[in-house]
């Protein structure tokens, strides 16, 4: 058992954790907790590193985890509650946590199947909102992210948390605008972009597939230059005070309803036949 706070392996642990330097230069990230830990091993993600203490870990499915762990041949560290708790990101850790590797695909490598569905984000500068946009992914069958120019870091331990495990189901990729443009072109790809100022109702759209759907940053929006890359634009109506929505929760309105667009047409096709 490691009980030195000092230890070599649990400071590198600790750098992912906090740093997101050491995440770029490792190519790896932190995690923790009983659900994404096992999400991570049931999607076969790539685990280098499991860490456990069995003074914290007394659920019998954290501890089925880390043999599961074992058996995959990840290396495994098993350290005291304090030690522990030195590297946790929670108030109540439950005593086990991982060194995942990122996983990146290439835009140029990119082709979209027929019925699948994209979300790209532009300059999204909130952790806590890149994570809640992966999950919603998740949660309507979405195929990935891309993230273009000087977006958050999806592996933040923010990002992570708030993605609650579908960092390990969706695909990530990272562009420029200018190179994300190109693909487009190439790939004969539709790209929605949504707008405050757009005359089209999101609710009103007939989204295609497959389809990008584009979304600009918290404070700004999509800039004048990615809105023209847009083959259209949708804007969700507000009769309140407030003039805009969180990022996550625009996303989220207008994924939503491209899913139950397309569950409609499926029902629809299922009657006709």
Not at 4 to 22: E, M, Q, T, Y
Not at 24 to 47: H, K
Not at 190 to 198: C, E, H, P, R, Y
Not at 255 to 260: F, K, R, V
Request: with cysteine; glycine share 6%; hydrophobic share 45%.
């Amino acid at each position: 058992m490691i009980t030195s706070l000092s230890n070599p392996s649990i400071k590198h642990v600790r750098r992912l954790a906090r740093d997101k330097k050491s995440r770029q230069e490792n190519n790896q990230f932190f995690i923790e907790g009983l659900r994404i830990v096992g999400t991570a091993l049931q999607q076969g993600a790539p685990l280098d590193v499991l860490v456990f203490s069995p003074d914290l870990l007394v659920s019998s499915y954290g501890q089925e985890l880390v043999k599961e762990a074992i058996r995959r041949g990840c290396e495994v560290l098993e350290v005291s509650a304090e030690v522990f708790h030195s590297v946790s990101q929670k108030d109540g850790p439950q005593g086990i946590a991982a060194v995942a590797r990122q996983r990146w695909q290439q835009l140029d490598e990119l082709a979209l199947a027929s019925h699948d569905l994209w979300t790209a984000l532009y300059q999204v500068a909130d952790p806590g909102n890149l994570g809640a946009i992966l999950r919603t992914m998740d949660a309507i069958g979405g195929q990935g992210v891309i993230l273009m120019d000087h977006s958050t870091d999806p592996f933040d331990p923010a990002a992570v948390r708030a993605s609650m495990g579908a960092l390990f189901t969706q695909k990530l990729v990272r562009a420029s605008l200018d190179e994300f443009c190109v693909w487009k072109q190439d790939q004969a790809i539709l790209v929605i972009g949504t707008s405050d100022a757009a005359a089209i109702d999101y609710h009103g759209f007939s989204y295609p597939t497959p389809m990008v759907l584009l979304m600009g940053s918290e404070r700004q929006g999509l800039p004048p230059q990615a809105q023209e890359i847009c083959d259209a634009l949708v804007s969700i109506p507000m009769q309140g005070v407030c003039d805009s929505l969180n990022l996550a929760v625009a996303t989220g309105i207008v994924l939503y309803e491209i899913l139950n667009q397309r569950r409609e047409a499926a029902i629809a096709r299922e009657r006709a036949a």
